[in-house]
């Protein structure tokens, strides 16, 4: 109630039982979510759209519908980011909410210190009926008009998907699926790599971590690793002795002699090939225990395309 007494109704916007028109097909990068009913699949309302209670706002990106503006009745509200923490990316920052393209074929979104990126129309490279040219005009001169060569330019995109399609496998009635794992995210000591799965107990899509070892911090390396004779590259290589690993101040209860990749002379990097998973458990000085998966090395290859720890566009 105001100062005067009097009582503002809301507008009602749902309705019971519920009637649903067609499931939408939703453009790249906004989600598909239930409305604010609990009745219909829709399209998140995004950044800036209005929104109510039924209308909702895009979950997945941190909106949230502001009413603040629409006071004392906080009816109709508008689209907003929750203040939260940006991203890095390549020694770029980008605060959270803001959408960037840090590469030509995907569009990003900053969320809460997470990167999110949904691939961008990208034109085939097909002969357009448009560039069949007859008669006196130049090669390659389109003879389509406007309207022509809008609906062809429509219908010769397609998506590029942001992972590859890996072997699908059925678990306990599950579909396994998996992304592949981000490079480590060091190129010399203890790093982490990531992936999405739902290799899990609920089959959900879940991100899992591991620790990563390509390479221990050596200054001057390729005195330290022996280059057989007629060779540029030495793929894989091992400390003398085993040695525990030590990560965020704690060391692992075991000494472990590892496969690292090694180095060549050329301007060639050698990267990880084949590895398995293990545990591993650390000691952390009075305060217990705790454990990690780590990839454990068993060969390494030598190649040419080399790129920075993190760029997750570097297989472009």
């Given at each position: 109630p105001s100062e005067t007494g009097e009582v503002h109704q809301r507008k009602e916007v749902c309705h019971w039982p519920c009637r649903c028109p067609p499931v939408p097909a939703?453009?790249?990068?906004?989600?598909?979510?239930?409305d604010g009913c609990g009745c219909c699949k829709v399209c998140?309302?995004?950044?800036?759209?209005?929104?109510?209670e039924a209308d909702v706002c895009d979950p997945h990106k941190g909106l949230y519908c502001d009413y603040s503006e629409d006071e004392p009745r906080y009816e109709k509200g508008v689209c907003a980011y929750l203040v939260a923490v940006g991203c890095e990316l390549n020694g770029v920052y980008y605060p959270n909410g803001q959408t960037f393209q840090p590469n030509p074929l995907y569009k990003c979104l900053c969320v809460s210190g997470a990167i999110g990126c949904t691939p961008v129309f990208t034109p085939k490279l097909a002969v357009s009926p448009c560039t069949r040219v007859t008669g006196r005009k130049k090669p390659g001169q389109s003879i389509c008009g406007l309207g022509q060569q809008k609906q062809l330019q429509s219908t010769n995109y397609r998506l590029m998907s942001a992972y590859r399609s890996l072997p699908l496998v059925l678990k306990k009635k599950c579909l396994v699926q998996a992304t592949p794992w981000t490079?480590?995210?060091r190129t010399c000591g203890i790093g982490i790599s990531s992936r999405v799965t739902n290799d899990n107990r609920r089959c959900e899509m879940k991100k899992e971590k591991r620790l990563c070892f390509i390479q221990p911090c050596l200054t001057n390396m390729l005195k330290k690793i022996k280059i057989s004779k007629g060779k540029t590259c030495q793929p894989t290589f091992q400390l003398p002795?085993?040695?525990k690993l030590v990560f965020s101040g704690c060391s692992t209860t075991q000494s472990y002699r590892l496969t690292f990749c090694g180095v060549c002379l050329d301007k060639r990097c050698c990267i990880p090939n084949k590895s398995k998973m293990i545990t591993v458990q650390f000691e952390c000085?009075?305060?217990g225990f705790f454990k990690w998966k780590m990839m454990w090395i068993t060969s390494?290859?030598?190649?040419?395309?080399?790129?920075?720890?993190?760029?997750?566009?570097s297989e472009l």
């Open positions: 939703c453009t790249p990068g906004v989600s598909l979510v239930k998140a309302k995004q950044s800036g759209e209005p929104c109510n490079p480590c995210s002795r085993a040695e000085p009075n305060e390494c290859v030598c190649q040419r395309i080399c790129s920075a720890p993190g760029d997750m566009f």
